[in-house]
Antibody, heavy 123, light 111 residues
Framework: EVQLLESGGGLVQPGGSLRISCAASGFTFSSYAMSWVRQAPGKGLEWVSGIGRSGVNTYYAGSVKGRFTVSRDNSKNTLYLQMNSLSAEDTAAYYC????????????????WGHGTTVTVSS | QSALTQPASVSGSPGQSITISCIGTSSDVGSYNLVSWYQQHPGKAPKLMIYEVSERPSGVSDRFSGSKSGNTASLTISGLQAEDEADYYCCSYAGSSTSVVFGGGTKLTVL
């Protein structure tokens, strides 16, 4: 079964850092681009970041550029998002999603999604 | 404010057809055939319903169809069913600097 499982969410203070992970199974992880999409409580979806299959190509939304870093370990079938300088505006459920292609930012469609991990930024 | 504009809500009766619009610009929807649509039920993860404007993933009902004209993309659901009640989001490629943008979402109510 194709599956994505996010972890690592939690409560963090403003200005703090957090790394969330996404473990993939049931498909050849190293062949596909991956993305992070977040959803603030009661709000819509916001694309955050994407990464190509090899990890060389990375993409970021303007709202997180310079603060967030996406990476992947194909030997561990795991996607990561390192989040620094967090603020209340970053409070959201963070979903990882599998791209249909190998190098885009999710623009060709994201066909597998995890259940999400919640990040709360508050003092 | 979302980059793509969707109506906040639409409604229809079982068996009817509805269309959800997604208005972008010449920098996103109008320039690329890379519009996708996602369905999200409350408390659940999004699900891909349409990709590349009008393509349906395997397993998605053919009651769902997508189209595009100029800067506006559309999702049409025919033969409405109670299970179609959900939030729907459009998404478009917006060039190398912006990458991907979502619409604000549309809540579909099946009366």
């Amino acid at each position: 079964e194709v599956q994505l499982l996010e972890s690592g969410g939690g409560l963090v203070q403003p200005g703090g850092s957090l790394r969330i992970s996404c473990a993939a199974s049931g498909f050849t992880f190293s062949s596909y681009a991956m993305s992070w999409v977040r959803q603030a409580p009661g709000k819509g979806l916001e694309w955050v970041s994407g990464i190509g299959r090899s990890g060389v190509n990375t993409y970021y939304a303007g709202s997180v550029k310079g603060r967030f870093t996406v990476s992947r370990d194909n030997s561990k079938n795991t996607l990561y998002l390192q989040m620094n300088s967090l603020s209340a505006e970053d409070t959201a459920a963070y979903y990882c999603a599998k791209g249909r292609d190998s190098e885009s930012s999710g623009s060709y469609g994201m066909d597998v999604w995890g259940h999400g991990t919640t990040v709360t930024v508050s003092s | 404010q979302s980059a793509l504009t969707q109506p906040a809500s639409v409604s229809g009766s079982p068996g009817q057809s509805i269309t959800i619009s997604c208005i972008g610009t010449s920098s996103d929807v109008g320039s690329y055939n890379l519009v996708s649509w996602y369905q999200q039920h409350p408390g659940k993860a999004p699900k891909l319903m349409i990709y590349e404007v009008s393509e349906r993933p395997s397993g998605v009902s053919d009651r769902f169809s997508g189209s595009k004209s100029g800067n506006t993309a559309s999702l049409t659901i025919s033969g409405l069913q109670a299970e179609d009640e959900a939030d729907y989001y459009c998404c478009s490629y917006a060039g190398s600097s912006t990458s991907v943008v979502f619409g604000g979402g549309t809540k579909l109510t099946v009366l």
